[in-house]
Structures are given as structure tokens and as C-alpha cells.
């Protein structure tokens, strides 16, 4: 087996072995785990695997004061499993009835597999996968038929929403709180809608109590939960391993082709990740892992592989700005090759080092203005969004709110579209709100918009509020004429590190409103789509 950074910590391998190991490496591990940590400390992670739990220490004879408790989370497993089918069968045939074709995928597609995995393991929502295109409507759709949204305004997205980082909004209408996550990307990371046009185009029937539903063909299953998660999440990292590990050993892990399976996780640059959670699977469990397997992915990618993976273990909010960019960098690097990468590709390496750095600079902690302006370089060149209108909030920014929208990373770019008659300079207006909790006085950020330099500003509680900044912009482009305005927080805090709330996000000016030559080009009540 190849040297891959460990991919679960302690604990969780432990949760693992205790779950799904076989004979008395279970039952150690089972027995480890219950004198670590009290029932009452459970986590997610501990919950969804409970009935593996429970049938470990049955295996054993293992009964404590907690073995009644622990029977209970079981039944409501299975019952929660259950119950939640209503809403995604509901779903499902409205979003048939509207001409929309609808992919169940993850735990939902291993429980139309074989029903019996329902009182194995909980699934904390059924996915279902639409084309991208189709997002927009399936939502309305949905909304239609009694759905509604959790944590999201669905009703105020704007088109551009939808190719942004959301991929995924959660909706039910039987009072859960998570029944379905509605996705127009099966993974989060990936923006291709190649990878969703052959997840439809290999799909399969399944059953999902008497009701028959699309599922992802064998080797596309597999392929989505082995590049699903990052060694950061290890809850998810667990959730995925029992995933696969259950798929194998189901009637269809008789037919998984792994040929497929490789040529899918390498063609969409997934093969790391793919390596290092089927090295979790292979380790405990080899006789479902074809041999080598796990090895060939590894050495797939190019260089830097393994900082790469390391820097990933790290959670988002705990890394230091130098992590976050060598993440952004060394992901740009492997989005330059083909797998796998062969003798000659070294001779690419260097000039593919610049475009990954080029890729990943927004990241780059140091010479922040010079790197504000090669991002509105950067968008400037790039043609105008073909899908929606009106402005699009590019990057850095959150989900809509009712009254307008936050920043949530250090860099923010809008951009607005122009006619042909709009001549420079243009005169653009954005009224802000400042993040400015207790203790605060002010806020500083960057604004640059293509003309002179970039524009150091201020905004304090002296200041009226809401605060307006008025910027000259260059219009840039021929055919798709537009504007691009570029923003850097100096001062964005996230609420929940400072005990002002629990929102993780990292917020800096919240985005009221944006006008062009005095002419209003976004308010919340012109947000939806």
C-alpha cells in the first residue's frame, strides 16, 4: 500500500472500526469507544452510525446502562428514514410532472438499492441531483408544491446564484428541517456539468419503498462518495467510507467496474481524494478494494500531492492565510494535467505553476493591492455571464437576504452589465452596511474599479448609515459591455470567533443596494429570479 497522509484521526477510526470491523478488531474498537467518550457527548457522526454501533455490541453480548438508550436512537433511524420518503417521493413526482428529471444520490440511492440499509444508518437528508439548467425551475417547482426553503432565501436568488459556491438548497414540506437537498451539482467542488450530463446518461432504476426513483449507475455512485468529502470533515469522511463499504457489499458490489470507477475520479480530478478514502475502506477491509488501486490514484496526481492533503486536513477556519493559498494553488496545479502524470509532463510544470498561481492568487497573502487589481484583471477579461442579467455578485459573496447581501471572503467582485451607449467614466454607487460589533468603531476596505488606483476607505459608527461608496469605473468589453467593481475587506470577522453570534461566515459590508450613473441596478426587492 502507498504512504497516504492518514485520513481519519484517531476517534473516528475508531467510530469505524467499531461500525463496520470485523470480529474482535469490532469489538475492541466498540469497547474503546464507549470508555472514551459518555452517550450524551454523541455527535452526528456517532448517531448515524448508531445502528452499526448497536449491532457490534449485540455481536458481542455487550450490555451496559446505556444499551436501552442506544436501541432507541435505532428505531428513530429508521423511522426518520422512513418518514422522510415522503417528502422526496412528493418531490420527485413534481418535479416529473414539470418535465424535470431528478437523480437520487448518496445514502437515498444506497437505500433504493437494498431498502435494508435503512435501519443501518440515517441519512441526515435525501439529495436529489437536477441539471443546472433546470435548477431555477425545479426550485419553483418545488415551492409549488408546498417545499420550502431552510437557511436560504430560494425566492430572492438571482440566476447567478446558481454558478456561484451554492450548490445545494434544503427544502421539505412535512416539517423536517433538512428532508431533501435539492443539488445542481453532485459535488460541491465540481462545476462541470459534463460530470451531471453522464451521472443521467448512466443511470439506473431503484425502489424506494414500492416507489421506483433514477439512481446513479454503480461505478458513479462510488465515484461521488469516494471524492465527496476532505480529510478536513472527518465526519463526512466516515459518513462516505460506511457509504462505500455498504455499496460494496450490497447485491450490486458484484458489479462495480473499476475501470469506470478510475476513469471517472481521474477525468474530473477527483483521484486524491478518491485515494485517500478508499485507503481508509482498503486498510480495514481490503478484499473490497482491487489491489493497487488506491496506489494508481495516488500517483495520478502531480507534485505536491501530499502538502496539498495535509494543508486540507486542516479545517477551513483554522487555516492560516499561506494554507489557503497553497490549497487554491496546488488544486489550480492539478486542474492543469490530465491524470496521470507522466515523465514528461515535468517539462509543463513550470508554466502550469504560473497559471495555478495566477488561479489561486485572490488567496495570496501578501501585496494585497497589486492582487486587487489582477482580480478585476482578471474578471474584466472574462466574457459577461450568459445565463440571468442584471448584476452578478461573482465572487465573495453570501446567499441573499431580505435586504440585500454580505461579503463572506476577503475579496468581493460584482459586475454589471452596460449598454452600448454607457461611455466612460461610469459613476457606480454601492450602499453598504459595515460589520461592526461591539467594540468595533470602524471598518476598512479597498475599492478599485479600473480607473486610477485602488481607494482606501474607512467606515465608522460617525459615520450616516448606510454608508455609500462612490467609485469612477472603467466599461470594459466589446461585444458584452459591462463594469466590474472589486473589493477588499481589511476588517471582515467572523461572528462566531468573536461571540457575537453563531453565523461562521466571514462578514464584512453587507450590500444594501448598486446603482449605475444613478440608475438602480440592485435591491433586494429586485433580487429574485
Partial sequence: ?????????????????????????????????????????????????????????????????????????????????????????????????????????????????????????????????????????????????????????????????????????????????????????????????????????????????????????????????????????????????????????????????????????????GSLFAAQLLDVVAREMPALVPDRLVEQLWDYGPPGKSIEMSIRAVPRARRTQWQHFGAAFFSALRARFKAPFRGWDWLRLPGAAIAAFDAGIVQFPLFRDAILKRIWQQIARAAYPSRGSGIWFGQGFSIPEDEGRWTDRPFAVLEMPVDDRTRDPVAVELVVVPFLPPGTDNFRFVAYAGIGSVQQMAAGRTDPMPFRIALQARVIGARQRKIVVALRMLDCQRPTDIGHSIDPRLLGLFVKSVSVNGETVFTPAGAGP
Fill in 1 to 269: 500500500m502507498p504512504k497516504l497522509p492518514a485520513a481519519l484521526g484517531p476517534r473516528h477510526l475508531t467510530l469505524f472500526r467499531a461500525a463496520l470491523g470485523q470480529g474482535r478488531t469490532a469489538i475492541d474498537a466498540y469497547l474503546a469507544w464507549r470508555a472514551a467518550e459518555p452517550l450524551d457527548a454523541a455527535d452526528e457522526v456517532v448517531y448515524r452510525t448508531m445502528p452499526l454501533l448497536v449491532a457490534t455490541a449485540d455481536m458481542a453480548g455487550i450490555i451496559d446502562a446505556d444499551t436501552r438508550k442506544m436501541r432507541g436512537v435505532v428505531k428513530h433511524v429508521w423511522l426518520s428514514n422512513a418518514t422522510r420518503v415522503r417528502d422526496v417521493v412528493a418531490a420527485s413526482a413534481a418535479l416529473k410532472a414539470a418535465g424535470i428529471a431528478a437523480l437520487l444520490i448518496k445514502g437515498g440511492a444506497l437505500f433504493a438499492r437494498d431498502e435494508s440499509y435503512m435501519a443501518k444508518r440515517m441519512t441526515g437528508d435525501y439529495d436529489l441531483l437536477v441539471r443546472r439548467a433546470e435548477a431555477p425551475r425545479a426550485i419553483e417547482v418545488l415551492r409549488q408544491a408546498d417545499f420550502r426553503s431552510h437557511g436560504m432565501r430560494v425566492e430572492l436568488f438571482q440566476e447567478s446564484d446558481f454558478d456561484r459556491d451554492i450548490h445545494a438548497v434544503a427544502m421539505s414540506r412535512a416539517g423536517f428541517a433538512r428532508a431533501i437537498d435539492l443539488h445542481w451539482r453532485a459535488l460541491f467542488w465540481l462545476d462541470d456539468e459534463g460530470f451531471t450530463e453522464e451521472l443521467f446518461a448512466t443511470a439506473e432504476t431503484g425502489t424506494l419503498l414500492t416507489h421506483e426513483v433514477l439512481i446513479p449507475g454503480v461505478a458513479e455512485h462510488l465515484a461521488i462518495a469516494a471524492m465527496r468529502p476532505e480529510p478536513a470533515d472527518q465526519n463526512e469522511m466516515v459518513s462516505r467510507a460506511l457509504e462505500i463499504v455498504h455499496v460494496l457489499q450490497s447485491k450490486a458490489g458484484d458489479r462495480v467496474d473499476w475501470d469506470r470507477f478510475r476513469a471517472i475520479v481521474t477525468r474530473y480530478n
